[in-house]
């Protein structure tokens, strides 16, 4: 691998990223996933970093799945996120950051769609009006909520209580990055770092000292696939994807995988599970999966936070490797207790794969 | 005889013009922007079909042509159209009044990095056709291994035939050349396996089919329809190739100890900025554009300016000679004209 | 007439004696076992027409006029002819003149009846002075003289093969040597004894005059001994080597004889009738003059009598190659004077090889097959309809849909002639087995010939007319379909034209016609297609023509010859029908037709072509 | 345990894993046999593909990337007819390369 080479594409690849006052949108999946993480996301942005990010209760999905699995045409899609755009417009943004990968996706779409076709646009705006009265301007900035971490990685590895070095042997850890195919698979130059060698991940992962590895499989899709996984049938493809993944970047002996989307990581997360029980290999050491964070739960891991306030205990693959390595201090027995100090209960353990 | 004829670009195309203007009286000028003559065939090993040593073409050609008045290092500064001649700035400071110019400004190597899919500058396996002519000429390539050479690549098509490229035009020479390079690897290493990887395989020109039934009968190198999708790094530094094998229909991969890109042939920057100082139109493939591309290539659409070579388009060596012989011809017509 | 010695016996009479028991033993044993390893059947067929007075006098009469006279030879050239049939027959009647002779002399033979009758002169002193003495003498003279001018030509054949129309010979192995110089020495060597012995046991014109001039020179009749010794030598080496030379042809080839008449077949490819055919082998090399594939000199040791040869020795490897190689065109079978069927030997020699995955046709539904083919179309052209009503079944074939010209005009012609008809291959069928029949891939082709069989037989039809000759072979060898009439396309269209159903309009375009392997030497259709073409227009023959016509070499018989290897022996089958300087080629196998066309100066058509061509709708 | 679901195997052909030492002995006996160009004039002439996809064409491929099964599938009706010889473009004795197929692969084979 000639590093030189890839820094040249990353050269290639940058985008404008405002630094401040950013409408955030969130993800429909997300929350249900790994909650802390857009949570996270809005703490490290607003309290630690002391960014503007306004979010609404009034937005609504952004129609990306529906109009993947193919259930919903275009222009219906088109005009729920021009109310999307709309609430920003309201709220005096113009900058327009989503947490979700699809979402990311879908607006750059359709920014372009109606980039090359005015008259597009110009029906959907008909149509948003007719539909609620609404007006919208296209927003002057669209980033995906990674890409923010990614612009504010040096600040936070400034602040940072913890490096991505392993602590027993002093060697950065090596992470594996993976990309929401949605990031910059469909517009290169709309992700940090092009499509080939995205460096969103890399740049936060370099900077709190952790080393990339690159895996033959870095490009393949987690497998979800949305209409892959949502039809049951389908669902031993999708498996079949995240299996591929593992089995390629097994040899590298990654400590952690980190990820930009929504379903990225909870496949790869609970996967390892099925996998572990259907074929009986696990990939991590000792009978333990490997980790999948979401980069919110690393920054947050990072700057110093509580694993447990953060929602680690929600990981299917237990973290408590990782966090020994990297020297977090953690409370076991906090681990299933909720913030409100309520007990949250413990799962069923599963058969092969090695859990705390 | 006193005319001036000012060749641009001293490639082969530039040096079989000036040798036959020679022949014919005049005394042409060649401007060359880099240090040597014969251009991309100077830095080629040998020619298909025959596998003639490149660089006896190249100096005998530099030999025939050496009475011209010939500037090495030497790129045109500016052009202005006088009344009914050009005149030329060199960057050594000479200016050249000039009827007749003879554009052989060739063509340019596609940049393999552009189809980042394929790893040319970030994978350390993987070399561009340019590259490995490189390594027959000198043996010098650290990227080609020459002990465990197992498995070897050639992916055809590198940024031609490429919406995604912007090279939509096929650049002709390649399928022959991978043939022919797969062959020579293949006469290096014996025991490697040969793959090329080809969208179509057009074997157009005089002895190339020959050659293409050699390959696979007596070389046994095996061709695979697909075109190559990605290109990965193994954990102990291979590369690892997916293509479908659209013949079976099925994805394939596999592991190989080189790769090598087929980049194609665009026009080169230098035509583009020749052409926009002698206002010249470019046609629709970023070649220099001519009057006929049928009836008359070498012609531009510009009074007393012509052309040679692959300025127009992809050429073969052959054809780019012929078409500098009969651009000869035609300045040599059109200064009788002129008198 | 009396004894010379008392004893009767002397020891040169050792390594003939030895040789004579020795060749007896073996060839009773091979007999024996050749015998043994027929399948039972054809066993029990055999020595049933062993005792059968049909087949027993034409056993006798073959045996006679093949194994004696060389009937077959003599009607090849003349000189070869009495070349072999000099030897052949002159030193039979040597033997037969000789033991007529020591039964009218001598009694109470016992063990001496082993060698007195060839050395009869030396031990007895005779009288030519009386008329049977005189006589017997001549006769033995006469017949010696016989085989000695055999041998005389035997001689120089050796060195110019062409004044006996041979261009090529065999070259002989070493054993092979050792016999020739063997039976060439013995007649020689026996004129010389008898010659030396002449003044005392008597002599003719031939034997006594010699001895005057030996008395001459070698007055001491201790000189006389040496000559019987080496004449002894020379017969028991000949013995001792003919098992393992090609002169083991002529003790088997009088099994081979009865084997033929019996009607048996081969069916192991070593053993029973094959081994008899390998080794009545005269290793005369006839084949390899009539073998297409010599004009590609590096073929000359693939062709027949290098097979047998092969086989004798068990050289697998050899065996495979040149079994694979053969077009199976059958000249060499045809030409053969001790009927080696080449062709057939080499295909038995194919079936015995080992695959590992074997194809299988069970899952190809007849019953669907035959639902394609059930809808009889009467020809438009009712007035020359046929009276008999007659449901033509047209299997075009394979190798016919490469050539789409045949089925189109041959379908044309049955319209014309008003037949009703039907295509049994419209959309591909199957095929009709002959190909992996010559592969050796026997079971697969029954398979085959059993689902062609329902087809058939189910598609109601009375007559199977077929375009290729390939398939018409193994339609007539092969199936049984009782009630239905397999015929080829040159047969049927003779008869629609002698039946007046087609009028042909003759012109005065100058045709050659080649006979298709298959056809011609496979089936025996020779006349038809030259009685078809007759009518049409002026027929010419080609040099080598009937049974003697020379492969296209598009054949499929051959496994192993690439193409490039095949286009010297059509360009040689194409110069062969340049004879007669024809206007246009004609044959009747989409085989020969495409193979033809591809190196032929001149159109080449099927024969359905010239009959569409030149014929219009007859009246009945 | 069972989810309802499970791994599907890839369908992609991975060339370093295909086992072609029996490919390698049919090519020494069949040099021809990569001489082919896929133009699939064999395919489109044979009278078993009818009966059982037969294609020459896609069984050379297919013993090139180890899809010995399916290649042999397809020979099951091959009738050894020999139209694909007369078609054949470059001229390779397809005939005899089934008959080398048929003695190289196959259950004994193994």
Not at chain 2, 9 to 27: D, T
Not at chain 3, 332 to 347: F, N, Y
Not at chain 3, 359 to 367: C, G, K, L, R, V
Not at chain 3, 454 to 459: C, L, N, R, T, Y
Request: aromatic residues 10%.
């Amino acid at each position: 691998m000639i590093y030189q080479g890839k820094q040249k594409i990353w050269a290639d690849y940058q985008k404008e990223i405002p630094d401040n006052h950013w409408f955030y949108v969130r993800s429909c999946i997300r929350q249900n996933f790994f909650p802390g993480s857009e949570k996270m996301f809005l703490e490290i942005c607003r309290n630690v970093l002391k960014k503007d990010f306004f979010e609404t209760e009034y937005h609504t999905t952004c129609g990306g799945i529906a109009y993947h699995c193919d259930t919903i045409p275009q222009e219906t899609v088109m005009t729920i996120v021009a109310r999307q755009f709309a609430l920003m417009t309201e709220a005096g943004y113009e900058n327009y950051v989503a947490s979700c990968i699809t979402s990311f996706g879908n607006y750059a779409e359709i920014i372009e769609t109606w980039r090359e076709f005015p008259e597009v646009e110009t029906r959907i705006r008909e149509l948003l009006w007719k539909a609620c009265r609404r007006e919208f301007k296209i927003p002057k900035n669209l980033a995906h909520a990674s890409d923010l971490i990614y612009k504010y990685r040096n600040e936070i590895a400034a602040r940072a209580k913890y490096r991505l070095v392993n602590r027993y042997t002093g060697e950065p850890l090596k992470v594996v990055e993976h990309i929401g195919c949605h990031y910059a698979k469909m517009f290169p130059s709309k992700g940090v770092g092009g499509a080939e060698y995205p460096y969103v991940l890399c740049g936060m992962i370099e900077s709190w000292g952790g080393n990339v590895i690159d895996y033959p499989e870095r490009r393949h899709c987690c497998g979800y696939g949305f209409r892959q996984y949502h039809v049951k049938a389908n669902r031993g493809y999708s498996l079949s994807n995240t299996y591929k993944k593992f089995e390629s970047m097994e040899p590298y002996h990654p400590d952690f995988i980190l990820t930009n989307c929504p379903g990225c990581p909870y496949f790869m997360d609970r996967w390892q599970y099925v996998i572990a029980e259907t074929e009986g290999k696990t990939y991590g050491g000792n009978g333990y999966g490997i980790p999948v964070l979401t980069y919110e739960e690393l920054a947050s891991l990072v700057l110093g936070y509580d694993p447990w306030d953060i929602g680690m205990q929600l990981h299917q693959v237990a973290v408590e490797p990782l966090l020994d390595k990297i020297g977090i201090a953690y409370d076991p027995k906090e681990k299933y207790k909720g913030l409100n100090e309520k007990d949250l209960m413990r799962p069923e353990l599963p058969g092969v794969l090695r859990c705390c | 005889m006193k005319e001036n004829i000012v060749i641009i670009g001293g490639g082969i195309a530039g040096l079989e013009a000036a040798a036959q203007l020679l022949s014919l009286g005049y005394k042409p000028i060649i401007i060359e922007k880099s240090d040597h003559l014969g251009g991309h065939v100077a830095e080629w090993n040998c020619l298909f079909p025959d596998m003639t040593p490149a660089r006896d073409i190249v100096s005998s050609l530099a030999a025939r042509s050496a009475d011209a008045n010939i500037f090495l290092n030497t790129e045109i500064s500016f052009v202005n159209k006088l009344k009914d001649s050009y005149n030329i700035m060199l960057s050594n400071g000479i200016s050249i009044i000039t009827k007749i110019i003879l554009v052989t400004t060739g063509f340019s190597v596609f940049d393999a990095a552009k189809k980042e899919e394929y790893g040319y500058g970030v994978y350390d396996q993987v070399i561009t056709n340019r590259d490995l002519e490189h390594w027959f000429n000198t043996g010098e390539d650290k990227r080609v291994n020459d002990c465990g050479m197992n498995a070897v690549g050639f992916v055809h098509c590198v940024g031609s035939r490429d919406e995604k490229a912007r090279n939509p035009q096929c650049s002709k020479v390649c399928c022959i050349t991978a043939v022919k390079q797969a062959i020579e690897l293949k006469q290096k290493f014996p025991d490697a396996m040969v793959y090329c990887f080809y969208m179509d395989l057009r074997m157009f020109g005089k002895k190339y089919e020959d050659f293409y039934i050699s390959a696979q009968r007596d070389y046994g190198v095996r061709f695979i329809r697909g075109r190559v999708s990605e290109v990965s790094e193994n954990i102990d530094g291979r590369v690892i190739v997916k293509a479908e094998d659209t013949l079976s229909g099925k994805p394939v991969k596999v592991t190989l100890d080189l790769l090598v890109l087929m980049a194609g042939m665009v026009c080169s920057p230098d035509s583009t900025r020749v052409a926009n100082m002698a206002r010249l139109p470019v046609d629709s493939d970023g070649f220099l554009k001519s009057e006929d591309n049928v009836a008359d290539i070498i012609s531009s659409p510009k009074e007393g300016v012509f052309y040679a070579g692959a300025c127009t388009g992809p050429k073969t060596v052959p054809e780019t000679l012929a078409e500098a012989r009969a651009a000869a011809l035609k300045v040599h017509l059109y200064i009788k004209g002129l008198e | 007439m009396r004894e010379r010695f008392l004893t009767g016996y002397n020891d040169f009479v050792l390594p003939f004696v030895c040789g004579m028991i020795f060749v007896l033993a073996y060839c009773i044993i091979g007999m024996t076992r050749i015998i043994l390893q027929l399948p039972a059947q054809d066993r029990k067929r055999f020595f049933i027409s062993l005792v059968t007075p049909k087949t027993f006098f034409k056993n006798v009469k073959d045996i006679f006029l093949k194994c004696l006279i060389h009937v077959d030879l003599w009607k090849r050239n003349k000189l070869l002819g009495y070349m072999h049939s000099s030897i052949a027959f002159g030193w039979f009647m040597l033997i037969l003149v000789g033991h007529i002779e020591v039964f009218l002399y001598t009694s109470n033979l016992g063990a001496k009846a082993l060698y007195y009758p060839i050395f009869f002169r030396y031990f007895v002193a005779e009288t030519e002075s009386t008329m049977k003495g005189s006589l017997i003498f001549f006769l033995m003279d006469f017949f010696l003289l016989v085989v000695l001018s055999g041998i005389a030509l035997a001689i120089i054949k050796r060195v110019r093969s062409r004044l006996f129309g041979m261009r090529r010979t065999t070259n002989p192995s070493f054993l092979d040597l050792v016999g020739l110089y063997s039976l060439w020495a013995i007649f020689p060597l026996r004129l010389l004894a008898e010659s030396f012995t002449a003044d005392i046991s008597g002599g003719s014109f031939l034997t006594k005059s010699l001895n005057y001039v030996f008395t001459e020179f070698l007055s001491n009749h201790a000189n006389m001994l040496p000559a019987w010794w080496a004449y002894s030598c020379a017969l028991g080496i000949f013995f001792f080597v003919l098992p393992f030379s090609r002169y083991m042809h002529i003790p088997t080839e009088i099994l081979l004889i009865p084997l033929r008449n019996a009607g048996i077949r081969i069916v192991n490819a070593r053993k029973g009738l094959a081994k008899a055919q390998v080794y009545s082998c005269p290793s005369c090399g006839l084949c390899i003059d009539a073998c297409p594939m010599v004009v590609l000199k590096g073929n000359i040791r693939d062709t027949t009598v290098y097979l047998n040869r092969q086989i004798r020795r068990n050289n697998e490897a050899r065996i495979e190659e040149i079994s694979d190689k053969c077009l199976l065109c059958g000249k060499c079978t045809a030409v053969c004077p001790v009927g080696v069927e080449g062709d057939k030997l080499r295909i038995a020699q194919r079936s015995v090889r080992k695959y590992s995955y074997s194809p299988d046709y069970s899952n190809i539904s007849a019953e669907k097959e035959a639902m394609m083919c059930n809808k009889f179309v009467t020809a438009p052209n009712n007035e020359v309809s046929s009276a008999d009503n007659e449901k033509v079944l047209y299997f075009a074939g394979c190798m016919t849909a490469l050539t789409p010209v045949i089925r189109k005009t041959t379908e044309s012609v049955l319209e014309k002639a008003g037949v009703e008809y039907e295509i049994m291959d419209k959309d591909g069928g199957l095929c009709c087995g002959r190909p992996l029949l010559m592969a050796g891939r026997q079971d697969q082709a029954r398979q085959l010939v059993e689902k062609n069989t329902e087809i058939i037989m189910a598609s109601g039809a009375d007559t199977l007319l077929l375009s290729c000759p390939i398939c018409y072979r193994i339609f007539r060898e092969n199936y049984t379909l009782p009630g239905i009439e397999v015929i080829h396309h040159t047969e049927y269209f003779e008869r629609l034209v002698l039946s007046g159903r087609l009028r042909m309009r003759r012109d005065n375009t100058k045709y050659v016609y080649h006979d298709p392997c298959e056809l011609g030497r496979g089936c025996g259709v020779y006349e038809q297609p030259r009685n078809v073409i007759a009518s049409a227009g002026v027929l010419v023959e080609a040099a080598r023509n009937r049974k003697e016509s020379i492969c296209c070499g598009g054949s499929l018989g051959s496994l192993t010859l690439g193409f490039d290897k095949r286009k010297a022996m059509t360009e040689n089958a194409i110069s062969n029908l340049m004879a007669g300087s024809p206007d246009r080629i004609v044959t009747a196998c989409p085989l020969c037709m495409s193979t033809f066309s591809r190196y032929s100066d001149r159109p080449v058509e099927d024969i359905a072509q010239v009959v569409d061509r030149t014929s219009e709708a007859g009246k009945l | 345990m069972d989810f309802g679901f499970k791994l599907s195997p890839s369908s992609a052909i991975n060339l370093d894993k295909v086992d072609l030492s029996r490919f390698e002995k049919l090519h020494g006996i069949e040099p021809d046999i990569i001489k082919c160009m896929a133009c699939g004039s064999c395919t489109s002439s044979c009278p078993a593909n009818r009966f059982s996809g037969m294609s020459l064409r896609k069984v050379i491929l297919d013993l090139q990337r180890g899809r010995e099964k399916e290649a042999l599938g397809m020979l099951r009706n091959c009738m050894l007819c020999g139209k694909c010889t007369m078609v054949c473009p470059r001229g390779i004795n397809t005939r005899h390369l089934i008959l080398s197929i048929c003695r190289i692969y196959g259950e004994d084979g193994k």
